[in-house]
RNA sequence: GCGCCAAUAGCUCAGCAGGAUAGAGCAACGGAUUUCUAAUCCGUAGGUCAGGGGUUCGAAUCCCUUUUGGCGUGCCA
């Protein structure tokens, strides 16, 4: 709002003078606050065009510049930065613009309600969802909240692999429990089976329900039964899961049921059509090298069965079916050999390539007494999902996997993790809110509302501090934009750290309740309460609770 | 070999499409409280932004290159 003035203050002086200029000059809050409000570097960018040297190009703007009212004061600094401070008025007019629109402050219509899937986890149905899925989880989910918030019409869906090789090795591996319940003893487990206790649970469960009947059907069908029951029972324990992570999606997405329901065969055929198979030591192959890749890739292989690929171009081809504007897949790092062919695919059947976005997560180690804990779902080692919340929280594990951004690797210190939770930064952020709340209460019971407050009294409010925070607050929406726009919603983390950090210091320095000074107290307790709304809707983007008492 | 990702304080990481003196947290050291909640605040110390070159008025940020680390390069998913 603010700066979206001075933009165009700054292109009115120009118009004036006459000076040929490029809009893509910057307007910024500069990190030395000795520097003004506001800076740009407007006559940096542009003292070229118009043959002048920066300094007189800024020179010349800021004569015109501070003439305007709503500008304190206009320097010139440096190379040629021209450094604006405000009237404090007009930061307290905005300070009340916050308070006017409440939980929705920082929402825009940025994103024009353009449609956008965004996939992620899709974690194997054939055991408890681990660590690297809690931090896909904690990602998408934010990145769909803040998307949402700014404007997108958005949607999160898990897709869910229910078919395929790793499906039968799981319905083998609860087949061989069962049947150690019933007396057989295998002294070598396969190490291809899946080890994890839950699948001797899911096998004792399945005892109950259908005792030793299963030997009296056939074996296809007993795996059958296996597969199904294993299926549905590690679906409900992943969506469990993912309740306590307050993760949700608006779709689930069967890769069996696009199976039954033909969609392979129809990319395929859409393939062909395409002149893009063909037929070669009895399978056949996706000319994807003419699309880019460094080789041709086989579809269906000569057993008959389709390659994995298959029912990923199919999956794909029913997102772009859907009509999104933007897909987005958040996947794990190895997975971007696997892109290539799936994005040649999609050049194939005719869609457009630059609607899929493919995010990254890179790799999570998990330390131990200061070593790296290998992880293997088959052997069933692993941290899962469960364990972290349980063992950290929610709010602390949310926070921490959006703490740093999602190209980076990242190092789990378990100990760590546990140890302290008051080490956690998360509880700097909450203990911001808390603070503010138990103000405002100690306020109500001094009979100190907000009711009776005249917004004249705001001029009060004349601290740097004070103007500070409103300032911090002001970015808040465009911070916003910048994180749904790179995908990364782990600036907002760093944005809360910041906005509490600046609270707490005003609060250690500043009396905000002072019964001798009504006017003042409630000024300031305006402005809190507007620190307090941003704070929960930030916490809130990121899926963490912002609690009234800590 | 080729491809993708990374390298910033002792540790874990930020650094907002190139801006002015590179920032937090933790760890270390020294202080602040008869409080509006100390889960807080103030201070000290800590850096060749992996090395080199280029573009620019200006580079941690963009380009090239070298080094180091992770991952990938299946008729496995």
């Known amino acids: ?64 510049l501070n003439k305007k009212r709503n500008y304190k004061s206009v320097n010139i600094a440096g190379p040629g930065f021209i450094n604006l401070r405000l009237a404090n008025s007009i930061y307290h007019k905005a300070l ?22 965004l996939e992620f986890i899709s974690a194997n149905p054939t055991g408890p969802l681990n660590i690297v899925s809690a931090r896909a989880g904690a990602y998408g989910d934010s990145l769909y909240r803040i998307m949402k918030f700014v404007g997108y019409k958005a949607f999160r869906e898990f897709y869910i692999n229910d078919a395929g090789n790793q499906v ?18 295998f002294e070598d487990f396969p190490p291809e089976a899946y080890h994890g206790e839950y699948i001797k649970d899911l096998a004792n469960n399945l005892n109950i329900i259908d005792g030793s009947k299963l030997f009296h059907i056939s074996e296809k069908d007993r795996l059958e039964r ?17 309740k306590k992570f307050d993760v949700n999606f608006e779709n689930w997405m069967s890769e069996r049921k696009l199976r039954q329901e033909g969609i392979l065969e129809e990319a395929l055929s859409y393939l062909a059509e395409a002149n893009c198979t063909y037929e070669k030591d009895d ?15 086989v579809l269906i292989k000569t057993d008959g069965n389709p390659t994995y690929l298959v029912p990923d171009i199919a999956y794909h081809l029913t997102k772009y079916q859907r009509g999104f504007d933007i897909i987005l897949d958040v996947l794990g790092p190895d997975h971007h050999a696997h892109v290539s062919k799936l994005r040649a695919a999609i050049q194939a059947l005719g869609y457009d390539i630059k609607k899929l976005e493919v995010i990254y997560l890179q790799h999570i180690n998990i330390i131990k007494h200061g070593k790296i804990v290998k992880m293997s779902k088959r052997a069933g080692k692993i941290v899962t999902m469960d364990n972290i919340v349980q063992e950290v929280g929610k709010d602390a594990a949310r926070y921490f996997f959006l703490n740093r951004k999602p190209s980076a690797h990242l190092d789990f210190d378990l100990e760590l993790a546990k140890k302290k939770s008051s080490e956690n930064p998360v509880y700097y952020c909450q203990y911001a809110h808390a603070r503010i709340c138990s103000v405002l209460k100690k306020a109500k019971k001094a009979k100190l509302t907000l009711k009776d407050f005249d917004k004249k009294n705001l001029k009060k409010l004349n601290k740097d501090e004070e103007i500070f925070i409103i300032k911090k607050m002001l970015e808040f929406p465009s911070l916003l934009i910048a994180c749904a726009e790179h995908r990364e919603p782990h600036r907002l983390a ?46 809130n983007l990121m899926g963490i609770s912002a609690p009234e008492k800590m």
């Open 1 to 64: 709002m603010i700066k979206s003035k001075i933009f165009s203050d700054i292109k009115d002086s120009l118009d004036k003078l006459n000076l040929k200029f490029n809009e893509n000059f910057a307007v910024e809050v500069p990190h030395n606050i000795e520097h003004g409000d506001f800076s740009t570097n407007v006559a940096l960018l542009n003292a070229k065009k118009n043959k002048m040297k920066p300094r007189n190009m800024a020179e010349k703007l800021a004569e015109i």
């Open 96 to 117: 009340a613009d916050i308070i006017k629109v409440k939980k929705k402050y920082g929402s825009s219509k940025y994103g024009k309600k353009k449609k956008v899937l």
């Open 168 to 185: 039968d090795i799981l319905a083998e591996s609860l087949e061989l429990r069962y049947r150690e319940l019933h007396g057989e003893r």
């Open 226 to 242: 296996m597969k199904n029951y294993a299926l549905e029972e590690i679906h409900k324990m992943q969506v469990a899961s993912l």
């Open 283 to 297: 399978a056949i192959w996706f000319s994807s090298t003419d699309f880019g890749d460094e080789k041709d890739r």
């Open 494 to 539: 760093g944005y809360i750290h910041d906005l509490a950090g600046v609270f707490h210091r005003y609060y250690a320095k500043y009396k905000i309740i002072d019964v001798t000074h009504k006017e003042l107290s409630l000024s300031r307790l305006y402005l809190i309460s507007a620190i307090k709304s941003v704070v929960a809707i930030a916490l």
